[in-house]
């Protein structure tokens, strides 16, 4: 009778204890990876629901758990996860000065592989959506952080993605926001092409920045290209002078490094497609008159139009002016006929219609019943002839 009263209270004890967050932490702690994937998210659950939001001295064993580089990584990940839940913001701001350290460990090729890279994906992931996005647009720790992220050294594209994200949503004021996107551009010069995130950022007073970087390079292997192409798409006439003495200059470049042989020619094309988008810009007007021009009319070069009906609405164009161009285009266009392989049958196709009344009708531009001869894209069967 008394042993059985004292297993008893020894089992109301324990189960009492494994309600206190000691315990579930005592428990994390002390896991070993033998215990199993199970044990350990019956341990991670516990601790979740024990832990009170804001518990400072939790937050520190917790801290502890994650930067402790022997534990396995479901570990390590498991106790981000419930501090990401049970922050509050002055344990929000010390967790973002160690996710801005990790992001540079990782930059550094320190975290290639390793349980930091995939930390850095997990807290980059919650700095979009509330209320990580005001802890982090209030510090520089987190605006730093999502800048490691953008620029992306050592992480992956998805990781790369979700910081562009967080800068997209940031309560940071957007002088803040700007020169973090600046930074961005001037770490990443060899890239050719925009984001919608920095467009959405930048303005003219961004351009004397941009431009200082354009003008600083005047090597094609070397050159900012990124800067160059947001002026280009921003239509910075200011740019202009530099650019048309880059494109000269890098057609007599000579390289004789296997593979880079023709980099000079190839650049200095690519910024005469530069110099094209920013002239087409000015005056604003330019834009309608190249959408219902023929020129560009190579399938491959859809992106151009795609692009002018595009930025024609951003600098704020009439609709009705550019539905008109679109419509002018449209008539300019000769059809293509295909032939299906398998059932030899003729059909008639716009190639060149397709993406601009696709885009047209994304922007609201057209309707529906514009263009009615253009169908869905091109089947994979058919041939052109």
Request: with cysteine; aromatic share 6%; glycine share 6%.
């Amino acid at each position: 009778m008394i042993r059985t009263l004292a297993i008893t209270m020894y089992f109301l004890c324990l189960c009492a204890l494994s309600g206190e967050p000691d315990y579930a932490l005592t428990r994390l702690e002390n896991y070993k990876p033998t215990e199993g994937s199970l044990v350990l998210k019956d341990i991670l659950h516990s601790v979740n629901q024990t832990m009170p939001t804001g518990d400072y001295q939790s937050w520190q064993r917790l801290r502890t758990i994650i930067g402790d580089e022997s534990l396995v990584p479901q570990v390590r990940m498991g106790a981000l996860d419930i501090v990401l839940q049970k922050a509050d913001q002055r344990i929000a701001s010390e967790v973002l000065v160690d996710g801005c350290r990790w992001s540079e460990l990782v930059a550094l090729g320190q975290g290639s592989n390793s349980t930091l890279v995939l930390l850095v994906d997990r807290l980059l992931e919650h700095l979009a959506t509330s209320p990580w996005r005001e802890w982090s647009g209030s510090s520089v720790a987190g605006m730093t952080l999502i800048q490691n992220g953008a620029i992306g050294k050592g992480l992956g594209l998805e990781s790369h993605g979700k910081a562009m994200l967080a800068l997209s949503n940031s309560t940071a004021a957007i002088a803040d926001r700007q020169q973090i996107a600046l930074r961005i551009i001037a770490a990443t010069m060899g890239h050719t092409e925009t984001s919608p995130v920095l467009i959405a950022l930048l303005d003219e007073s961004c351009f004397p920045a941009l431009r200082e970087m354009v003008h600083r390079s005047a090597d094609p292997l070397t050159f900012q290209y990124h800067a160059t192409a947001y002026l280009a798409y921003l239509g910075d006439e200011g740019v202009l002078p530099t650019l048309r003495e880059r494109e000269r200059s890098f057609r007599l470049f000579t390289n004789r490094t296997p593979g880079y042989e023709d980099i000079g020619p190839r650049m200095a094309n690519l910024i005469g497609m530069w110099i094209e988008e920013i002239e087409m810009q000015h005056p604003p007007t330019a834009l309608l008159d190249f959408i219902a021009s023929n020129r560009r009319l190579e399938i491959n070069e859809s992106h151009w139009r795609e692009w002018a009906v595009r930025r024609a609405v951003e600098i704020g164009l009439d609709k009705r002016g550019i539905r008109e161009a679109i419509l002018k285009f449209a008539s300019r266009v000769q059809p293509t006929v295909v032939r299906h392989k398998k059932t030899g049958d003729s059909r008639v196709f716009y190639y060149q219609l397709v993406p601009v009344k696709r885009v047209g009708l994304s922007l609201n531009i057209l309707s529906p019943e514009d263009l009615p001869q253009v169908h869905v894209p091109v089947d994979a069967n058919l041939e052109q002839h």
